[in-house]
């Protein structure tokens, strides 16, 4: 697929294959100047009739993902919505300290949302985006009136997941074409069961740089791979050691303590939140809701459509 195709033109197919058969919402491409003078770029949605509509729902993706990975989702959400590519990820711009944490990332999401939004958001956030959306909500309640945390709490242990999602990362980091890379996402069971949905999330997550070669977008496929090349020393001492997890663990919970907004778990049923660690979130966080759906660890790829409802549902609009 070339690079000069619409990013949306895929809306119409997404939405056939998920079964859904409202109208495809008009998308669009929106990018900020932070004060970095780093970009930050996002997604918005508007549904058909409404040009003028502001997002009420704001989406935030997982480690290695983009905000592609709710279009069906929001196909299926059938209401103004805003997806943001999250620092190191998409057509957001990478980070000079590698510092893929949540409250790192926060203050650039709250600055998109000032940005893009005119009303507090349902603000949802999966894996990595989860942790970020906490972190928003706690450090700028005025802009989050529900957060929805998909399939990550603090105490997840951070190396859980496949192996072979890791071991995919860590290979090379270009290739001759999209078509080596849909390939390669294929061998490894990867990219959604079908050709045609691994080469629309490799469509999404790659570039074609000015020497011709395929890349991938996000910051997180180069840091792995340069750190497994290094050799196993190299590999071992970036492992997350027991003391740093438990510090990013804690701060987790600060935040998801001081969120004032109404707050639901979203768990996959075949996902990252073992039992154990669902017990520990409502031991910890009381207040919020605890919701079991079947699904692995990306809930918005395995059941958009059932999520996308879901999400209207807490938004109030069922």
């Known amino acids: 697929m070339s690079d000069a195709i619409d990013e949306f033109s895929?809306?119409?197919?997404?939405?056939?294959?998920?079964?859904i058969d409202r109208p495809v919402p008009r998308g669009e491409r929106l990018s900020l100047r932070l004060a970095d003078g780093r970009t930050l770029s996002a997604l918005r949605y508007t549904p058909e009739g409404s040009p003028?509509?502001?997002?009420?729902?704001?989406?935030l993706h997982g480690a290695g993902l983009n905000a592609h990975t709710w279009d069906t989702t929001?196909?299926?959400?059938?209401?103004?919505?805003?997806?943001?590519?999250?620092?190191g990820h998409g057509d957001s711009s990478w980070r000079d300290?590698?510092?893929?944490?949540?409250?790192?990332?926060?203050?650039?999401?709250?600055?998109?949302?000032?940005?893009?939004?005119?009303?507090?958001q349902v603000l949802v956030g999966q894996s990595l985006g989860g942790l970020t959306a906490?972190?928003?909500?706690?450090?700028?309640?005025?802009?989050?009136?529900?957060?929805?945390?998909?399939?990550?709490?603090?105490?997840?242990?951070?190396?859980?997941?496949?192996?072979q999602i890791r071991d995919f990362f860590a290979g090379p980091t270009d290739w001759a074409s999209r078509d080596e890379l849909v390939d390669r996402a294929l061998a490894f069971g990867l990219g959604g069961g079908t050709r045609r949905k691994a080469e629309r999330g490799v469509f999404f997550n790659s570039r074609v740089r000015p020497d011709g070669r395929v890349?991938?977008?996000?910051?997180?496929?180069h840091l792995a791979a340069a750190t497994a090349a290094a050799g196993p020393d190299a590999v071992a001492a970036a492992e997350p050691s027991d003391a740093v997890s438990a510090v990013l663990g804690e701060s987790g919970w600060e935040d998801l303590a001081a969120v004032a907004a109404p707050t639901t778990l979203i768990r996959g049923a075949r996902g990252y939140v073992t039992e154990a660690d669902a017990a520990q979130f409502a031991e910890r966080v009381p207040e919020?809701?605890?919701?079991?759906?079947?699904?692995?660890?990306?809930?918005?790829?395995?059941?958009?459509?059932?999520?996308?409802a879901l999400v209207r549902e807490l938004a109030g609009n069922d």
């Open 10 to 19: 895929f809306l119409p197919e997404q939405a056939a294959d998920a079964g």
């Open 52 to 59: 003028d509509a502001s997002p009420v729902v704001t989406f």
């Open 74 to 87: 929001i196909l299926g959400l059938g209401l103004p919505a805003l997806a943001i590519d999250l620092p």
């Open 97 to 120: 300290d590698f510092a893929y944490v949540a409250r790192v990332l926060a203050p650039d999401v709250a600055a998109g949302m000032d940005a893009w939004t005119d009303v507090p």
């Open 134 to 163: 906490a972190a928003v909500a706690a450090s700028r309640p005025d802009l989050v009136r529900e957060l929805v945390v998909i399939d990550i709490t603090p105490g997840v242990d951070p190396n859980a997941g496949p192996t």
């Open 215 to 221: 890349e991938w977008k996000h910051h997180f496929a």
């Open 288 to 308: 919020a809701s605890v919701l079991v759906v079947p699904a692995g660890h990306n809930v918005q790829e395995d059941i958009p459509k059932d999520l996308g």
